[in-house]
């Protein structure tokens, strides 16, 4: 049961906002601070196949507001490994709407930071991964597959890695556990899940969970902050992470998402979530953020937020209230 309970808070000059005190909206500060490895990066990361929605403003409110509650930094990282669905049109407005939005990163913007960009040191990453682990060539298609989990049916074939092959690294069958900032304690069988990690599929694109977990050991990210549809990949990317040399595995932060009328998560094709369509229907960026906040339950509807005062969502500084 959403526990109801709420604090009052002062998020511009003489404003107050209420907000909803649930466990699994906030984390401890304190103890978040205490687990991450120091110097604390956190990144915003979003794929340019689409524009911005309320969804993308959420992540960026938890990103921006515990990075700067905790005085940490935020990376801007652009993902743009699927070269199929990435669009130059779609990245400059998401630059722009997060620009209009008010939040800005502490590096990675200039230059902009981008996934496709740097191949080679994913290539460097995979050599890597070479001398440590079995990686191998598997010529299965989605459809052979048939599923999330791959059975590994490639992994004694000694296949050549040609054109039109994906790239596969075996996994250990350990259990990896770890300690959701907001979820708790967490346990995965990475090997049970999804079987051998695909790194480099059939197209000769590097794979989301390859490129990420390289950029979060190679930019030091030590607070990773997204939403919970992803938890699922985390213990895969601690595994993978290590497979690549990590020592500490950064901490991770699992938050609410936006739900439209249906149930479903928000899409691309957001409609009057759009940051865009709401911008249009003459909304500030305060206004904007307020709306994202109050979906998820941080905030009660109706109270706009300033991008720069977001870690007041998190402080949780207690003032006198009604
Ligand atoms: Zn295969």
């Given amino acids: 049961m959403r526990d109801r309970r709420k604090w009052i808070v002062r998020t511009e000059k003489g404003n107050h906002v209420s907000l909803i005190i649930n ?81 800005e990163p502490d590096f990675g913007l200039e230059p902009l930071l981008r996934q496709s960009e740097i191949p080679f040191v994913y290539e460097q990453a995979l050599e890597g991964l070479r001398a440590t682990a079995h990686v191998y060539a598997c010529e299965c298609s989605r459809k052979d597959i048939g599923g999330e ?48 990690l695909l790194v480099r599929d059939r197209d000769g694109h590097w794979t989301y969970q ?18 919970a549809d992803l ?30 009328d249906l149930g479903e998560k928000l899409s691309k094709s957001a409609g009057d979530t759009g940051v865009r369509e709401l911008r249009s229907s003459g909304l ?8 994202a906040a109050a979906r998820v339950g941080l905030v009660d509807p109706g109270m706009p937020i300033h991008a720069s005062e977001v870690s007041r969502l998190f402080e949780q500084r207690v003032l006198p209230g009604p």
């Fill in 210 to 227: 390859f490129a990420v977990t390289v950029d979060d050991l190679r930019q030091n990210v030590t607070l990773v902050i997204r939403g």
């Fill in 149 to 196: 989990r791959y059975d590994g049916r490639c992994r004694g074939r000694g296949l050549k890695v040609a054109t039109g092959r994906g790239i596969r690294v075996q996994l250990g069958n350990d259990m990896e556990k770890f300690e959701d900032a907001l979820l708790g304690r967490l346990s995965q069988l990475p090997a049970e899940q999804c079987g051998d």
């Fill in 23 to 103: 466990p699994l909206l906030r984390p401890h500060l304190t103890a978040l601070a205490a687990t991450v490895t120091a110097p604390l990066v956190t990144r915003f990361a979003p794929s340019p196949t689409g524009y911005l929605h309320l969804g993308h403003v959420v992540n960026a409110i938890y990103v921006w507001g515990i990075a700067r509650a905790l005085n940490g930094r935020v990376l801007l990282r652009v993902e743009d490994h699927d070269r199929i669905r990435c669009r130059p049109e779609y990245e400059a407005a998401l630059l722009e709407d997060l620009a209009w939005l008010g939040f």
């Fill in 284 to 291: 500030s960026a305060p206004e904007v953020i307020g709306i």
């Fill in 231 to 260: 938890v699922s990949s985390t213990g895969r990317q601690i595994l993978l992470a290590r497979m690549l040399g990590r020592r500490n595995a950064p901490v991770f932060l699992h938050h609410p998402l936006i739900h439209d």
